[in-house]
């Protein structure tokens, strides 16, 4: 089971893009707790505030 690291959608088998928010990244649920998961939110977010400034 994976997970989408933009929205949380959870899959068997990760797909290329998510199907709810079109974001390409997965993390497996198994290897994913609270304190990673806010660490992939923080580096979506400043990832977007860079792409945002250029
Ligand atoms: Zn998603």
Redesign the pocket.
Known sequence: MVE?L????RRQVPEHE?P??T?VGWASVAELNESLRQKLRDRVLASRRIRAAN
């Open positions: 989408c933009n929205c949380g959608e998510c709810r928010c974001y």
